[in-house]
């Protein structure tokens, strides 16, 4: 039910607490502590900001997974998500999002009176979430763009190379007629199409044999 401006109020309370200031508790003096560099220091020490909002079920339209980009590029201190809405979906997204704390209500019986059983999770519903929280935090990587070690024991079988799409004489000159990119890749790249065109055969080859 906040706007940034109070979150950064009430971070500014944090931050003078977290310093054990003896001067009065005032705005101001709140907000030079958020504005310290030893504030910012101890905030980032102790502090994760959680989006929620405060509905029960939250309509999925309303949960604004993106408002953890904005409380993260606006403060620089780690984000999660305080989940009211129904399911498992939204957490996991969260994850995927980079939340780093998960709060989400459990119960015995989501019949139970009042408002929160609602918008909670039985126990088997929890062990649910927490496993896709996990998969989607393996599945996440590191970012670097390069083959997996499985991707690597496939690549002989999954990947393209160049071969004879009929039968070539030697000295035939190869193009768009005589070449196809078929699997497996033990040959040459289908990349190298464009300098083969044109060149003859060095041998005789097969139907899809690949070519050197």
């Not at 003896?22 to 907000?31: D, G, K």
Request: with cysteine; proline share 5%; net charge positive.
């Amino acid at each position: 039910m906040s706007v940034l401006a109070e979150i950064e109020a009430a971070l500014g309370v944090l931050a003078f607490g977290l310093l054990g200031l003896s001067r009065q508790p005032l705005r101001a003096n709140f907000a030079q502590a958020f504005n310290s560099a030893s504030g910012q220091r101890r905030l980032r020490e102790k502090v994760v900001i959680l989006q929620c909002v405060t509905d029960y079920p939250t309509p999925f339209e309303d949960v604004n997974l993106r408002a953890m980009d904005t409380l993260r590029a606006t403060f620089h201190l780690p984000v999660g998500l305080s989940d009211h809405s129904t399911g498992i979906a939204v957490p996991i997204a969260a994850a995927a999002r980079g939340a780093c704390v998960i709060e989400k209500h459990v119960t015995l019986d989501r019949n139970l009176s009042g408002p929160d059983h609602r918008a909670s999770l039985e126990p088997t519903e929890f062990a649910a979430m927490v496993a896709g929280i996990r998969q989607v935090e393996a599945a996440l990587g590191d970012g670097i763009k390069q083959p997996t070690a499985s991707e690597l024991r496939n690549g002989s079988v999954a990947r393209k190379s160049l071969v004879a799409a009929r039968a070539i004489a030697k000295g035939e000159r190869y193009s768009a007629r005589n070449l196809v990119a078929k699997r497996a890749g033990r040959g040459r790249s289908p990349m190298d199409f464009w300098d083969l065109a044109g060149t003859k055969a060095p041998r005789q080859l097969r139907k899809d044999e690949p070519v050197a």
